[in-house]
Nanobody
Framework: QVQLVESGGGLVQAGGSLRLSCATS????????MAWFRQAPGKEREFVAH????????FYADSVKGRFTISRDNAKDTVYLQMNSLKPEDTAVYYC?????????WGQGTQVTVSS
């Protein structure tokens, strides 16, 4: 069973930056697309970005395009999300998972709070 641990969240002012990390343990996620998702208070969890195994294919939600960058280091079994020009509406718990997501792989997430 894949286990995913997100880190790097925090409190930041609007316009600031954060870099999230997602470390895996257990079976390798070799070959999988990996993605970041987020869930704001009172809202459904939503897709943010995904990246192919090779890193050659990336796709972003319109709301983060041009501000967020997804990357991965397969040697370290880690996926990253660089978030720049953060806005208050980016406030959410951020999760990583395969894409499509594995139901039993959701971690605890990492809280990102952007103050105005």
């Amino acid at each position: 069973q894949v286990q995913l641990v997100e880190s790097g969240g925090g409190l930041v002012q609007a316009g600031g930056s954060l870099r999230l990390s997602c470390a895996t343990s257990g079976p390798t996620f070799s070959g999988y697309f990996m993605a970041w998702f987020r869930q704001a208070p009172g809202k459904e969890r939503e897709f943010v970005a995904h990246i192919s195994w090779s890193g050659g294919t990336k796709f972003y939600a319109d709301s983060v395009k041009g501000r967020f960058t997804i990357s991965r280091d397969n040697a370290k079994d880690t996926v990253y999300l660089q978030m720049n020009s953060l806005k208050p509406e980016d406030t959410a718990v951020y999760y990583c998972n395969t894409n499509p997501p594995k139901i039993d792989a959701w971690g605890q997430g990492t809280q990102v709070t952007v103050s105005s």
